[in-house]
């Protein structure tokens, strides 16, 4: 089916930035919209930005001017360049695609298994 591998998380100071990226991989037919979403310890998971394959985008208000999402349709590859980090947006970094793919009817969600970004204060 579907492989999605995230890489990028790491620790860094307020102030500084981190470039996430997620590939994915597998029987793919065509991958749909693409995201991140992130959850903190204790916390629900919550969508960060998202990016449909025409491009277009959308972002949660707490990262609006700070994050951008982009993404490289030929590699099936989604990236989030984030910066003026906060402590705040410490968390566990998650991509999720909606692709289609032969052995599955219909357009289906699939998820990473997350990279860590912490903020130092």
């Known amino acids: 089916q579907v492989q999605l591998v995230e890489s990028g998380g790491g620790l860094v100071q307020a102030g500084g930035a981190l470039r996430l990226s997620c590939a994915a991989s597998?029987?793919?037919?065509?991958?749909?919209?693409m995201g991140w979403y992130r959850q903190a310890p204790g916390k629900q998971r919550e969508l960060v930005a998202g990016?449909?394959?025409?491009?277009?985008?959308n972002y949660a208000d707490f990262v609006k001017g700070r994050f951008t999402i982009s993404r490289d349709n030929a590699k099936n590859t989604v990236y989030l360049q984030m910066n003026s980090l906060k402590p705040e947006d410490t968390a566990v970094y998650s991509c999720?695609?909606?692709?289609?793919?032969?052995?599955?009817?219909?357009?289906?969600?699939?998820w990473g298994r997350g990279t860590q970004v912490t903020v130092s204060s």
């Open positions: 999720n695609a909606n692709a289609r793919v032969p052995s599955r009817i219909g357009r289906n969600d699939y």
């Open positions: 990016i449909t394959r025409d491009g277009n985008t």
């Open positions: 597998g029987s793919i037919l065509i991958v749909y919209s």
